[in-house]
């Protein structure tokens, strides 16, 4: 290795556009060896036992060019697989609780890479040590430090085992430069995860290793979402030291993380989310920013892969440099990185108790919702609530005011968010006896302290993140409801009813006037903007009466959607902002869909009138922009866009540079594209406002410019 | 308090002068260029534009309209513009969108709050408002209001004109105009009465006054094929900034047939129509050109 391997990073990204994952390779074995050893009498003793025993059968994965290792893709056979059929049928039920939230988090990799799995089995063992085994408390707490102990052998015996199977293939390996990488990854296997790190190229292979063991969650069978934190804090020693020594050079750095973020693909199935932050504060609140924040951010241009998903945490004093990246990366139509309000979220977690210390280290715990690394047990996104269905559920009756049908409807969500939070919090009980994660316990403060497992309550942070959908309707519907039904007096309450019900049948003059000719959220409008405001006041105050209780179960409200407004929208009827039954909710927390009609200034206002801060759970907004705005003078004002937004307080901004395949779908479907501009010779206009032969030239030079 | 006719107040404008800016089409031009991007920008006069595809034949607008010019025959609907009295009825009641009324009339003070809406974009990006149009100052007093408030309120203020008004109302506006975005549209004189409808003496004169006065100017090209594409213009305005001492930037605006469906949604024929682009590539050579000879820096945008 010399310069940053190009041939390699595209020989390895091949594979991982449509990867196959399944961890069932680890499940059968640890199901089997459970159902069978029944000798063993307590259930944290069986989970230890078949832990160990599943990844000692399991196959380590080494395929050829690989430099960080780690994956799960082995097919069941036939057999196998019948065998597993019936172990899923009737074993698994038995142990494992499938409900409720997990991973999504980021685990403490600065205890990993600085004492390795052999300085936490110290950590263990010196617990255990002064348990006096006469006593029933202390046998309870041995038996889970016990089995953190099994746990974290168990990593180390399979690293071990990737350093066998690196041997096994560098013996027969006819090329001389794969020889050599497979005795380095073969030593480097045999170094950690067990010891501390020492080199870049170390930490990166022990960071990995360790959340790919993680992934596999005998106790939790769907696909587990861990997320990689700062790596460009908890690296940076490695790579500013190896730089120093002379041991590596910024290509070779970065073809590893290209190599870490390849492995994020075949680890994590496509449709959900996995990925790490860069940039934002340290504890002694200077910012972050270093060779790695840059490099962590240009995987996504190398890579070219749906994930990692990368996040830029933005303070008012982030380099300039570091944000124009971001513009670079977008322009080639790059979904990430996204940009996040380092300021805001720090004052949120700060007012919700962290320590500055802690407050600095926050995650995205996959799109937008924020957690504190290395010590929570997160519960992000339970449930999510579709408010525009718990206005509509309201709408049986006359109303004298508009007064008297927001208590109604503040009613009606109140009972909501407690029935959801009875839910969430039964939940929870029922993993306390159920659920085991001894593994991840070892790295989540303060599992280790306390004796207690995470899903038994040993996290320092227990929230419970509920999500609100269709913040854009809500308001745009009370508003059109004010206008129409109390100012204007165009209709009665039945009358509004009956056109929802039909879904406006033969009515299309009447929902095109509540969707054209009222105000709309997004514009800049006070008499509509300020219901978002009012929306978000009462979910933010209601949450609070539940703080805090059961193992510091806050509740933390959030306002995204990841993809439940198309799954809500399908099943919600027409509203009274003029949408056609079962079209999509608004996404995120900017104006719905096709609505901003004065631009992204207007936008961006109507969007931080309401304070974000207390939205720890997440907010996302949305801009669009075609790719044909990213021109070298455009950046700079896009720039300045993105700087006011988080200087008024917005929590996280998400700039979408919109395709060819984008202007089609608006061309068929304009209602829903309004918002989107385009340039066209020394001008900006609505793409969907253009005449269809200047569509077609914008398109046509769109597909140019890719 | 003045009050004018203006026919949109557009936002997060990026190409009308520095930084983002709010820009507010003025309507009405003394102008009649062939070629005009905005044809509705050209009377003072509301007008009534049909978005033909987005008609959905509810037929709101024929029983609301006094002068009988809508009719929905076979399902088709018929605008019958000779009648039409511009009122707007229809316009109202049309909530499809297919026909907008295009013009409304404001006060000089609430131009000035809408554009001091976005003050937080104008200050991290160096922008601010721009008056367009149309002629601004086809509209002097209201233009002259709208930016002495915004020069009381702080906000940077730019002017698109094709300076073709009068030479005292354009002297008394500039004092409160930070930079003016002034078209020269052809050199000859002969040729600009011909296809813009006026000679270009008075707007000559007006812009040298704008120079004398140490206004900063950026000239604005419009580069339109087989009327002001051509060498012997690219050779008049190289003299023209050079005979100017505060010509900060030259922009060369090419060509784009945008104006001709704007035509046919107000009902009207357009005097130029060809549907070609212009290329940006045909304009790089008088780019470099234009820029060696003046030292002013040149953009095609």
């Known amino acids: 290795m010399c310069d940053y391997d190009r041939e390699k990073i595209e020989k390895l990204r091949l594979p991982a556009i449509d990867p196959y994952i399944s961890y069932e390779d680890i499940y059968i074995n640890f199901y089997r060896r459970f159902a069978e050893n029944n000798s063993l009498m307590h259930f944290e003793k069986r989970y230890g036992d078949a832990y160990l025993y599943a990844f000692s059968n399991a196959a380590p994965s080494i395929d050829d060019g690989e430099l960080i290792v780690g994956k799960s893709n082995r097919k069941l056979t036939p057999e196998e697989q019948t065998e597993w059929d019936l172990l899923k049928k009737y074993t698994v039920p038995m142990i494992a609780l499938q409900r409720g939230q997990d991973s999504h988090m980021t685990v403490d990799y600065e205890l990993l890479l600085g004492k390795g799995i052999s300085g936490v089995t110290e950590i263990v063992r010196n617990k255990r040590a002064a348990f006096d085994l006469s006593k029933a408390e202390d046998i309870k707490k041995d038996l889970f430090y016990e089995t953190c102990e099994q746990c974290l052998k168990t990593v180390v015996v399979f690293s071990n085992r990737y350093a066998d199977e690196a041997e096994k293939q560098a013996e027969n390996c006819k090329d001389e430069k794969r020889r050599k990488e497979l005795i380095k990854i073969a030593r480097i296997c045999r170094k950690v995860p067990e010891y501390p790190a020492e080199t870049f190229y170390e930490a990166v292979q022990s960071v990995h290793f360790l959340t790919y063991c993680l992934s596999a969650n005998p106790l939790r069978l769907h696909i587990q979402q861990f997320q990689l934190g700062r790596p460009d804090r908890y690296l940076w020693r490695f790579f500013e030291n190896d730089l120093k020594a002379g041991v590596i050079t910024p290509y070779e750095a ?5 190599c870490l973020a390849i492995q994020i693909n075949r680890r994590v199935v496509h449709g959900l989310s996995s990925g790490y932050m860069v940039g934002g504060r340290d504890e002694n609140g200077k910012v972050v920013s270093n060779e790695l924040t840059k490099m962590g951010m240009r995987v996504i241009e190398q890579c070219r892969l749906v994930y990692p998903s990368v996040g830029l945490c933005c303070c008012t004093d982030t380099p300039k440099e570091d944000i124009e990246l971001t513009y670079d990366i977008l322009k080639q139509g790059f979904s990430h990185p996204a940009i996040f309000n380092d300021e805001v979220i720090t004052k ?70 407690n029935a959801n939070f009875e839910t969430e919090l039964s939940c929870r009980v029922a993993r306390e006896k159920s659920g085991f994660i001894p593994l991840l316990s070892c790295f ?26 269709g913040m854009a309707n809500i308001a745009d519907s009370l508003y059109a409801i004010q206008k129409m039904i109390f100012e204007n007096k165009e209709y009665t309450f039945a009358k ?53 209780c059961y193992s510091n179960a806050r509740l933390i409200p959030s306002l ?16 009274p902002d003029g949408r056609p039954a079962f079209f999509p909710l608004s996404d995120g927390s900017g104006p719905a869909q096709g609505r901003e009609c004065k631009g992204p200034t207007a936008s961006v206002l109507s969007s931080t009138k309401w304070d974000h801060t207390p939205f720890i759970g997440g907010i996302a907004v949305n801009l669009k922009f075609n790719k044909t705005m990213f021109d070298d003078e455009s950046k700079q004002k896009l720039t300045a866009l993105v700087e006011t937004y988080l200087s008024r307080g917005g929590f996280e901004l998400q700039i979408n540079v919109t395709d060819k395949k984008t202007l089609q779908k608006a061309r068929e479907n304009p209602e829903l594209y309004q918002d989107l501009v385009v340039r066209i010779g020394g001008y900006s206009d609505y793409f969907v406002k253009l005449p269809p032969t200047m569509q077609e030239e914008v398109m046509l030079r769109t597909e140019h410019e890719i | 308090m003045m009050v004018g006719t203006i026919y949109n107040i557009q936002r997060f404008s990026l190409h009308d002068g520095p930084g983002i800016r709010t820009t507010v089409f003025f309507k009405g031009c003394p102008l009649d260029c062939v070629w ?10 509301p007008e009534i534009s049909f978005y033909t595809e987005k008609c959905i034949k509810c037929g709101y607008c024929v029983s609301v309209c006094p002068q009988n010019c809508h009719t929905l025959i076979e399902n088709q609907h018929v605008l019958n513009r000779i009648n039409c009295a511009r009122c707007g009825l229809c316009t109202q009641r049309c909530f499809a969108k297919a026909l907008v009324m295009i013009g409304y009339r404001i006060t000089a003070d609430k131009v000035v709050a809408q554009a001091a809406a976005d003050r937080a974009f104008y200050e991290k990006s160096g922008g601010g408002l721009t008056l367009s149009g149309g002629e601004p100052i086809a509209q002097p007093e209201f233009a002259l209001e709208i930016v002495q408030k915004s020069k009381e309120v702080g906000l940077h203020v730019c002017i698109e004109t094709c ?139």
């Not at chain 1, 929802?500 to 008499?527: I, T």
């Not at chain 1, 990841?562 to 929208?569: A, L, N, P, V």
């Not at chain 2, 002001?228 to 505060?246: F, K, M, P, V, W």
Request: proline letters at 4%.
């Open chain 2, 36 to 45: 005009c991007h905005n044809p509705e920008s050209k009377e003072q006069k």
């Open chain 1, 560 to 575: 995204f959607c990841w993809i439940m407004h198309d799954r809500f929208g399908r099943e919600t009827g027409a509203s």
């Open chain 1, 254 to 258: 970065q073809t590893l993380l290209d």
């Open chain 1, 348 to 417: 949120g977690l700060r007012e919700y108790g962290l320590p500055a210390k802690e407050a600095c280290s926050y995650i995205h715990s996959t799109c937008v919702e924020i957690t504190p690394i290395a010590s929570s047990n997160v519960w992000v996104a339970s449930p999510y609530t579709n408010l525009v269905q718990k206005l509509l559920d309201v709408l049986d009756r006359e109303y004298d005011s508009m007064e008297a049908l927001m208590e109604t409807y503040f009613d009606h969500l109140r009972e909501s968010i």
């Open chain 1, 496 to 548: 509004l009813k009956q056109m929802l019900d039909s879904n406006f049948e033969g009515c299309e003059p009447q929902r095109l006037q509540l969707l054209n000719c009222v105000e709309k959220y997004g514009n800049d409008c006070d008499a509509v903007d300020r219901y978002s405001g009012i929306i978000s006041g009462f979910i933010n105050t209601e949450c609070r009466k539940y703080t805090p």
């Open chain 2, 163 to 301: 300076g073709f008004c009068g030479t005292g109302d354009i002297l008394k506006i500039a004092s409160f105009v930070d930079l003016f975005l002034f078209d020269y549209k052809i050199t000859d004189p002969v040729v600009h009465q011909k296809y813009t409808g006026v000679t270009n003496e008075s707007i000559l004169h007006n812009l040298k006054s704008l120079d004398d006065l140490g206004k900063k100017i950026i000239l604005r090209c419009p580069m339109i094929p087989g009327i002001s594409l051509n060498d012997g213009h690219i050779e008049g305005i190289i003299a023209l900034a050079r005979s100017l001492n505060y010509v900060i930037e030259i922009d060369l605006e090419p060509y784009h047939p945008l104006g001709i469906s704007k035509c046919e949604q107000i009902g009207k024929t357009p005097a130029f129509d060809s549907i070609e682009f212009l290329s940006k590539e045909v304009l790089m050579e008088y780019r470099e050109e234009i820029t060696s000879k003046t030292g002013i820096a040149v953009k095609i945008i």
């Open chain 1, 444 to 469: 989540i403060n303060d599992c280790l302290d306390r004796g207690l497992d995470i899903d038994r309550g040993g996290a320092r942070y227990n929230w419970i993140m509920p999500t609100f959908v």
